[in-house]
Every structure is written in structure tokens, then in C-alpha cells.
């Protein structure tokens, strides 16, 4: 049997501020930004920093709302997992969730393209990209990852494992500094 106390344990030691599991709707998105608000109100932290953590946040979400891949046949695969903590001087923001593997390549791409840009360049891209009317087929421009290593300020660290032949789990770290 799995024991509460060791997950309330490990969240304890790397100081997780906040963490789902399950499905996420537009009235858990709501609810989350609320009381992430709410408790980065009631810690001493620059507004600054409050916004920024909050601008990330909001990024990070959206992306496991819009961008979940339909996968049919398996309930489980529609699930997501977001957690929110602080160690040291920054915040962290991991989000994860399930994605065809034929996505993969693609989405990769697209990150290691966003990873190789300084924040010039970031802006840059992220005008050309808004400019080129461009939807994907899930409605977004693809502005989402470039907003949020462009809002941190930090490179995305990112994961991509196997879990079937068809699917994979897409996990996302985004280090978010006062800087």
C-alpha cells in the first residue's frame, strides 16, 4: 500500500508548493491560478517575481489544456500532472502529460529551436510567429513554449519517455529565477 506519508514527505523536502493529478478543465485551470495567487500573495517575494511566477504559470497551464493529445481508448492518457515549488532563490514549475509519440519529433524541434535562441532572438521569433497568422490544429500559433522560456528567462528542460507504442510522456521543467 503506498504510504501518504512518503509523498508528503518528498513534496516536504523539495518544497512543492502546489500539485495536481487528473483532468484538466478551464474551471480547474481557474481554481489553481486562485489559489496560486493566493499563496504567492502570503509569501515575501518581490511583485515582480510574484508576476513572473504567475505569468509562467499561466503559460504552463494552457499548454497541458490546449495542447493534451486526444488519445482514444485509454482514460488514464487524458491525465496530467502539474506541480509548483520554490528551492533556493526560484521557483520551479514541472507539468507533464501524455503525447502521441508520432509528436514527438515535432515537438522537439520546436523546443530545441527555442532553446537555441538568446532572448533577443526569443523575441524575434515570437513576433515572426504571432505575424505569420499560422494556427495549429489545435487552435494555438505556437507561442505558448517561446512566452514561457521568454517570461523565465530560462532555457526548458524537457522529457520525452515511452510508455507504449503509441504514446509517450511529455514532462516539462520550467525554472523560473529572480533575474
Known sequence: MLDIFDIYDKMERNNIMLSFKGSV?????????????SKLDSVDESPKIKKKVFNVLVECLQNLYHHIDEIPDNESYKS???????????YFILTGNFILSDNVSSLKEKLDTINGMDKEQLKEHYKAV???GMMSNKGGGGLGMIDIARKSGQKLEYNFMPVDNVNSFFSLNVKVTPN
Open 25 to 37: 478543465t478551464s474551471e480547474l485551470l481557474t481554481s489553481i491560478l486562485q489559489i496560486m495567487e
Open 80 to 90: 496530467a500532472i502539474f506541480m509548483i515549488g520554490k528551492k533556493d532563490d526560484h
Open 130 to 132: 504571432l505575424n505569420n
